[in-house]
């Protein structure tokens, strides 16, 4: 799935997280985040409900063109290990 998305913020991000929810649901585990700029923390949250729904499902969660502000908000909020859809080396 393509989040076309430019920001995931408080104002989309329940939005983003069920729609993530359903494309793993149908089988799709893999999401691009390349068009997405900007994010809050909520970004965060939006993954780690990814990383849970794909873990229930037996499937490995795969995220490609993660911006750099959630791979840093993820080292912030210390769920890196939580998160192995991130890149190595963070």
């Known amino acids: 799935m393509r989040v076309e998305a430019r ?3 408080m104002a989309n991000a329940a939005e983003l997280t069920v729609a ?3 494309a793993i649901a149908q089988g799709d585990p893999v999401f691009d ?3 997405v700029a900007r994010c ?3 970004a965060v949250a939006m993954l780690l409900d990814w990383q849970r729904e794909a873990a229930a499902r037996g499937v490995k ?3 490609t063109g993660i911006p750099s502000g959630l791979v840093s908000l993820a080292e912030v ?3 890196t290990a ?3 859809a991130l890149p190595p080396n963070v």
Do not use: F, H, T
């Open 7 to 9: 920001e995931i913020a």
């Open 40 to 42: 809050d923390s909520s």
């Open 20 to 22: 993530g929810r359903a």
């Open 77 to 79: 909020y210390g769920v």
């Open 33 to 35: 985040l390349s068009a």
């Open 82 to 84: 939580l998160l192995p």
């Open 61 to 63: 969660l795969q995220v």
